[in-house]
């Protein structure tokens, strides 16, 4: 093939090194470091305290003080991500501190000013997104063990005690679950390509399995994840300045900007895996509601560009949806439809999901103590700044009109 870029269609795993994808943690980070050198150590260290800092009141404080650094000594991939994960967090930190209504709307520049050095470099945004606290922020307690919740935690805390750890650590087990069908996709697209019907169908079952493992490993989010913790407190951190009311104008970047800048906050919006096995099953999410269209693709400027670069590469695949609708087998067609339903059951899950940990909390303290406006903005919003439930029920619709019509 004449292309610069390697094609997924190509059968190697090409798209490792070009995409940044492994082939064990897929789009996660594979073995992040934990720890950086001085003088980016201070980053570290207030990172690693952050719930015990904001509890004693000294966060801000502390951040204030730190001096400011020239990126150019982080040096590899590994060490600048480590640097944004930090900083994401200390950031988020520093703007919503105990989470009760005390904002500040300007980030120092002594903190600001390398942070957005490292993210224009990374192609990343300067604020938490779901490529550091999810895809970066793990390790494994036993290094020679299994990618298991036991044998694994994460690197940086909120307030908030073990759900943020359950909330991460679960997010980036569904996706590893996953990604174990990246594999598959060069194999489709070459099955495509030679009309070979029974690799294709082959291919479609892994996929259909690995998704539908994704989902029991989804299931485990409600042994870790407690609904008060995580809608009262971890979503308070994870909360971008966009579409925000409370941060209406932006944040101020200190430094960097003359004017406050808007980011939507992380979520799971901005995983890269659900998109590609969408864009592989040629689920159209570009032609559902504009709104939910555009928020998926504007979320896709919040993935690591090597990411975004797979997920445009895909989209000038070869259509598995318009194959397998010419080829008229009936095994063939429902192998294919069981890979839309896996994905419709994950998008169920996730709703059901949604409703317990955001919908059904924000209801209850309305209850309390809220203005029935103030209940309606929290019920509805997302960490992503979207009306949740709406936008999750269109972006399921869309997946279900994917499906082939069986005879
Ligand atoms: C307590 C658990 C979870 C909650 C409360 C939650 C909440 C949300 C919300 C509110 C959105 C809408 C976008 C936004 O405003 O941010 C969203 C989108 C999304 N979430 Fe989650 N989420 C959870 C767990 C997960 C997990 C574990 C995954 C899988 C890795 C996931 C995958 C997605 C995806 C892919 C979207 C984009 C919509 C789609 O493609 O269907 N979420 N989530």
């Given amino acids: 093939m004449a292309h610069d870029k390697a094609s997924p269609v190509e059968s190697s795993w090409k798209i490792d090194e070009e995409y940044h994808i492994d082939e064990d943690v897929g789009f996660a980070l594979p073995n992040p470091l934990e720890e950086l050198p001085h003088p980016y150590d201070d980053w570290i260290s207030i990172a690693k305290n952050l719930p015990a800092l904001i509890e004693k009141d000294q ?7 730190l001096k400011m650094l020239s990126i150019d000594d982080l040096q590899g991939h590994k060490s600048q991500r480590l640097a944004h994960l930090a900083l994401g967090y200390i950031t988020m930190a520093y703007v919503w501190n105990k989470g009760d209504g005390d904002i500040c709307k300007v980030l120092p520049s002594n903190i600001a000013i390398p942070y957005c050095r490292l993210s224009e470099k990374l192609g990343l945004p300067p604020i938490l997104v779901y490529a550091d606290c999810v895809l970066a922020n793990w390790k494994k ?4 063990g299994p990618m298991t919740y036991e044998n694994m935690d994460i690197l940086f805390s909120f307030p908030g005690g073990d759900c943020g750890k359950g909330f ?23 099955a495509v390509q030679h009309q070979d019907q029974d690799t294709l169908q082959k291919a479609l079952i892994d996929i259909t399995s690995c998704l539908r493992n994704a989902l029991e490993v989804f299931h485990q989010i409600h042994d870790y994840v407690d609904p008060k913790e995580f809608f009262g407190i971890l979503r308070i951190y994870l909360s971008g300045w966009k579409g925000n ?19 939507a906050g992380g979520s799971a919006a901005q995983s890269s895996i659900f998109q590609c096995f969408d864009v592989l099953l040629g689920v159209k999410q570009s032609a ?39 080829e008229g087998n009936d095994s063939l067609q429902a192998a294919y439809n069981d890979c839309v339903k896996a994905m419709v059951s994950l998008r169920s899950y996730h709703l059901q999901i949604v409703t317990k ?38 972006v399921r619709r869309t997946t279900e009109i994917a499906l082939l019509k069986e005879e």
């Fill in 288 to 326: 559902g509601e504009k709104s939910a269209a555009e928020f998926l693709q504007e979320m896709r400027t919040y993935m690591p560009p090597a990411h975004q670069n797979f997920l445009r590469s895909l989209e000038s695949g070869p259509s598995v949806r318009e194959f397998v609708l010419s």
């Fill in 141 to 144: 307690k036993d290094p020679s």
């Fill in 59 to 65: 966060l801000r404080a502390e951040v204030e003080k």
């Fill in 357 to 394: 940990y955001i919908v059904i909390p924000a209801h209850q303290q309305s209850m309390k103590n809220q203005t029935p406006e103030e209940l309606s903005e929290k019920e509805n919003k997302g960490t992503g700044g979207t009306d949740v439930m709406q936008f999750l029920k269109s």
């Fill in 168 to 190: 991460f650590l679960i997010s980036l087990l569904v996706e590893l679950a996953a990604a174990s069908a990246i594999k598959e996709i060069p194999i489709i697209f070459k």
């Fill in 245 to 263: 009311p409370q941060l209406s104008e932006g944040l101020l970047y200190e430094g960097v900007w003359d004017t406050p800048k808007k980011f």
